[in-house]
Each structure stands twice: as structure tokens, then as C-alpha cells.
């Protein structure tokens, strides 16, 4: 079964400034998708990025981009600029490729992120 | 994305009653899902609604407890059966896009169980 580790329960940024969140995974498939969700207050959840893993070009969405490591099984994401609105909980999810069942997201235990004004 | 919707945002029940979580979205999707997130905790998966057919349950979870219904392509619900205080978690609806190849959340329903 796949798993997904985000090592930091909590981290926090200034106002303006670069925060990395981190999350590891592990599976034997090749082909799969990972992503990164939001959940602020409110409980939305909200897709931030994702990245398909036969990509080797790293996804980028405005402020949020990903380092993604195939062979390191790394899916960090990366928030440029950061605004008091990304203040959230993110949780890195992963999500095998092809139908069915591998429909099912497993998700890691979130970040906590804390930005300062 | 898909515009999904849940009735109730919210609610508080008493011990051993039931309550019936609806989910609506905009369009026909293929695929719907049922989350559960228990307080200060990530999201696990309780089931894939299938549209005119049983759901598919997620180990640990069993349909006696939370019944899903799809009677079509836009609309499921989850029944939270004889509840206790340990029923009490945020529920979310989620879609799978098939356009996008992505799932996309419903604003969830935060049920509190006495």
C-alpha cells in the first residue's frame, strides 16, 4: 500500500517571504499522480498543484511550485510571495494512475502553515 | 472544476440516531467519494459511490454503518448510522474529474455527535 510522510506538522513563513513544505512517498508503481490540497479554515478543500510523475518538468501554478524527485520519492512544494491568505492546513495526497479503485487518494497528515504579517 | 454542494454545513446529534449527508454536483462525473475527517486528523477514504450500484467500502468501513446511495450521476448521499461521540468528524464528497484527471472537494459537513 502506498504511503505519504509529511515530516513537518507545522511551519510558519513572514509575510512576503518562501516557504518549502515537505512530503515523501512510497510506492512500487511507476505512474501515478501527486498533488497538494489546502484546507483553510473554511474545511474546502482546495487543489493547489499537481504533478503527474512520467513529467520530469516540475509543475508550477503562480505563487506554488513543486520539486518533484521521482527516484528520491520527493514531492516538496514550494509557496513564493507568501500571502496571509495561505494560511492553512496542506496535505500532499498521492493517487495511483489508471481506473477503478486507483481512484483513491491517500493523503499525508498536513502541514499547519502559519503566515505573519 | 466541478461545483459541488452538501447539505447540512452542520449539525449536532444525539447518540444512536441517524443522519443522511447529501451531496450535490453541477455535472455528471463518473466517480464520487466519500471522506471522513476526524478532528485535527488527514482524510481517509470511507467509500466509492457507484452510481446504481452497491458502494465500494474502504477497509474499516462496512455499509451497516454508513449506507451510500447514487441514484445518478450527480447526486449521493452517506447515512451516518447509530451515532456515537466517535462518529464526529468533518465529512467530505469529493468528484473525479474526468477532463482534469483530478478530484475536487465539496465544502464538507462538520457533524457533532453528543
Known amino acids: 500500500a502506498q504511503t505519504v510522510t509529511q515530516s513537518q506538522p507545522e511551519m510558519s513563513v513572514q509575510e512576503a517571504e518562501t516557504v518549502t513544505l515537505s512530503c515523501t512517498y512510497d510506492?512500487?508503481?511507476?505512474?501515478?499522480?501527486l498533488f497538494w490540497y489546502k484546507q483553510p479554515p473554511s474545511r474546502q478543500m482546495i487543489l493547489v498543484i499537481r504533478q503527474e510523475a512520467y513529467k520530469q518538468q516540475n509543475a508550477t501554478e503562480n505563487r506554488f511550485s513543486v520539486n518533484f524527485q521521482k527516484a528520491a520519492k520527493s514531492f516538496s512544494l514550494k509557496i513564493s510571495d507568501s500571502q496571509l491568505g495561505d494560511a492553512a492546513m496542506y496535505f500532499c495526497?498521492?493517487?495511483?494512475?489508471?481506473?477503478?479503485?486507483?481512484?483513491?487518494?491517500?493523503f499525508g497528515k498536513g502541514t499547519l502553515l502559519t503566515v505573519n504579517p | 472544476s466541478a461545483v459541488i454542494s452538501q447539505k447540512p454545513s452542520r449539525d449536532i446529534c444525539q447518540r444512536g440516531t441517524s443522519l443522511t449527508i447529501q451531496c450535490q454536483v453541477d455535472?455528471?462525473?463518473?466517480?464520487m467519494f466519500w471522506y471522513r475527517q476526524q478532528p485535527g486528523q488527514s482524510l481517509t477514504l470511507i467509500a466509492t459511490a457507484n452510481q446504481g450500484s452497491e458502494a465500494t467500502y474502504e477497509s474499516g468501513f462496512v455499509i451497516d454503518k454508513f449506507p451510500i446511495s447514487r441514484p445518478n450521476l450527480t447526486f449521493s448521499t452517506l447515512t451516518v448510522s447509530n451515532m456515537s461521540p466517535e462518529d464526529s468528524s468533518i465529512y467530505l464528497c469529493s468528484v473525479q474529474s474526468r477532463f482534469t484527471d483530478t478530484q475536487y472537494f465539496g465544502p464538507g459537513t462538520r457533524l457533532t455527535v453528543l
Open positions: 510506492t512500487s508503481e511507476s505512474d501515478y499522480y
Open positions: 495526497a498521492y493517487r495511483s494512475a489508471g481506473g477503478g479503485s486507483n481512484y483513491k487518494l491517500t
Open positions: 455535472s455528471q462525473v463518473t466517480m
